[in-house]
């Protein structure tokens, strides 16, 4: 998951460590100062991103709605005004791939229409 904020890429989460497993966990570090736009979109299926524990363990769900996984990244971006996300249904995590690419792009599309890009 990646947020993009004014053509910069900013990691949501830790690094990978040595031993190759990806941590899940949100980023020890915020954004206090920025308060552009910020959306966040991944598969609520996503793997990667949407276990809570290492090793992966469990059914991937990133959820939706207030208190899910990707609700509590607005909590990287303090000062944002402006926060949105969607957890594409069933679905993993190379979005672009999969058959609801096309909802996804819709979404992010709206977001940003509604942000006045």
């Not at 966990?25 to 990667?48: E, I, L, M, N």
């Not at 990133?62 to 996300?85: E, H, I, K, M, V």
Request: proline share 8%.
């Amino acid at each position: 998951m990646r947020v993009r904020i004014k053509g910069h890429l900013a990691g949501a989460w830790g690094p990978c460590r040595k031993s190759k497993s990806c941590s899940s966990t949100p980023a020890d570090t915020t954004a206090p100062g920025f308060t552009g736009p910020v959306y966040v979109s991944t598969g609520q299926r996503d793997t990667v991103f949407c276990v809570p524990t290492i090793p992966l363990v469990g059914t991937p769900d990133c959820g939706s709605g207030a208190g899910s996984l990707l609700d509590r990244t607005r909590q990287l971006f303090p000062a944002t005004t402006n926060y949105g996300y969607y957890a594409v249904p069933n679905t993993g995590h190379d979005v672009n791939t999969h058959y609801k690419a096309h909802d996804a792009c819709v979404r992010t599309y709206e977001f940003l229409n509604s942000a006045g890009f």
